[in-house]
């Protein structure tokens, strides 16, 4: 009835998944969270992926996620009179505001912002830096680069800057009628792209309202210098390995990853470690043990949760990729010294709203408990306790579908609607009954409770109370 690991999983939907019979394998295999990805597909596809993930809530008697994930802005070249070039290094070119089809000499590059940005000795990277140009000149409206590295230019490929603040929102028109048609649908979580400050994530909470969980997609390096006051507006954070990778040099993206997964689990918000996971299980219906050791690894970090992008939207074995990575995680889990290479993470001092919780845990190891029952309102009870990175399993009791839905995407947690407990007595019989019927407890097995009072109320935890499921 809950999961056998703690770790959760994320997979994008897309033509390799759609449909409510897909949905729901996926999700009896072990995924969690169902990610829309606004830049592929129609609102029509969404919507219709959407009422897919709320069919298998009700057969599996579970909540499960959506993800809507925004597109932001995408910074490209123009085109091309024959579609390409041929480069060479040394060569140099062009780019500017005009909108004639380019050539060996000078290409179209549709964005201003990016010449504000430009100084010369710059590179900017193409093609997902397959191509290297360095800025020899600039001015109003125009750049003049050499190739560094790189043979060919063609249409519309990706262009990035590594390391430079561009003067751009991370919201475009696009985004903004893509966040209020998947409000209307009720994802439970957004996630913003092209996050440089914290000003994006303030942005996107005010026009979310509180109606979603606000993610940050951590794939710029400005980002990283931005990284506490970011976080500090944040419900979660996706580390996107793909893009932060094509701006930062190979050898600093694990760096970036562990600084990340550090200070989102030091905050106790939800972190994902996305991008490339199972990257061959697109065309192979097994993957390299390269991509498991990176899985584990992520695992053994106390990541929240692992996604897999291409792997289910558009793979040829999502249901493969979503089984291997279930069966990777479970063995980690399994390892004798996988807590303490998750705990050796955990480096920071619990303040007074968290000394409970912390407390809460330590009883738990001290003695033989089942597992723990967290009735919450707001889900930051029970968020708290998974900071701690209990091995007991966490079941959660929540009065609202939205708080119990965004609880998926949280390490370890288990959550269920209910009903508000009316009194201590009436709390204790249903947090018995639930660890009971989903199998955390066995007969006689201990309790732990951990409640806000009064009930109903948003606030720290404040109760811890004992309890013993009943004999056989």
């Not at 449909?19 to 609102?43: C, M, P, Q, Y």
Request: glycine share 8%; with cysteine; aromatic share 4%.
């Amino acid at each position: 009835m809950i999961r056998a690991r703690r770790a959760r999983i994320v997979a994008t939907l897309g033509p390799a998944s759609y449909g409510a019979d897909k949905v729901l394998a996926l999700a009896r295999i072990g995924v969690d969270v169902f990610r829309l990805n606004f830049s592929h597909g129609s609102h029509e596809d969404h919507a219709a992926a959407c009422e897919c993930v709320r069919a298998a809530e009700v057969v599996l008697e579970r909540p499960l996620a959506v993800l809507a994930d925004l597109q932001g802005p995408k910074l490209r070249l123009g085109k091309f009179k024959d579609g390409s070039i041929s480069i060479a290094p040394g060569q140099k070119i062009r780019l500017d505001l005009d909108p004639t089809p380019g050539d060996s000499r000078r290409v179209h590059l549709p964005h201003k912002e990016l010449f504000a940005a430009m100084k010369p000795g710059v590179l900017l990277l193409v093609d997902d830096g397959r191509v290297r140009l360095r800025v020899e000149t600039t001015g109003d409206g125009f750049a003049d680069v050499i190739v560094v590295e790189g043979d060919k230019l063609s249409d519309r490929k990706g262009i990035a800057l590594p390391g430079a603040v561009i003067p751009m929102a991370a919201m475009t028109d696009k985004d903004r009628e893509d966040l209020a048609f998947a409000l209307r649908i009720r994802v439970d979580w957004v996630a913003l792209s092209f996050v440089q400050g914290p000003a994006d994530m303030a942005e996107l909470r005010k026009l979310v309202d509180g109606r979603a969980a606000c993610l940050a997609k951590i794939e710029k390096p400005a980002a990283l210098q931005n990284l506490d006051a970011i976080l500090d507006l944040c419900d979660g954070v996706m580390i996107a390995r793909g893009d932060l990778g094509v701006e930062l040099e190979p050898e600093e993206v694990p760096v970036a990853q562990k600084t990340i997964l550090r200070a989102a689990r030091q905050r106790g918000i939800p972190v994902i470690v996305a991008t490339q996971m199972l990257e061959s299980m697109t065309s192979s219906p097994t993957p390299t043990r390269a991509e498991a050791s990176d899985v584990a690894n992520a695992v053994y970090e106390g990541a929240d949760a692992l996604m897999l992008s291409a792997e289910t939207a558009a793979g040829a074995f999502p249901m493969e990729a979503a089984g291997i990575m279930n069966r990777i995680i479970e063995r980690v889990e399994r390892d004798d010294r996988w807590p303490e290479l998750m705990y050796a993470e955990h480096d920071w001092d619990d303040d007074d709203a968290d000394a409970l919780v912390a407390a809460a845990r330590r009883a738990a190891d001290a003695g033989k408990t089942a597992c723990f029952v967290s009735f919450t309102t707001t889900g930051a009870t029970a968020r708290r306790l998974a900071r701690e990175r209990p091995l007991q399993p966490v079941v959660v009791l929540t009065p609202h579908h939205s708080v119990a839905r965004r609880l998926c995407l949280v390490w370890g947690l288990e959550p269920r609607v209910g009903i508000e407990p009316n009194g201590l007595e009436e709390m204790t019989a249903a947090a018995v009954e639930l660890a009971v019927r989903l199998g955390a407890a066995g007969p006689m097995e201990r309790i732990l409770i951990l409640a806000g009072t009064p009930f109903g109320a948003p606030g720290s935890a404040n109760l811890l109370r004992l309890a013993h499921a009943p004999p056989a």
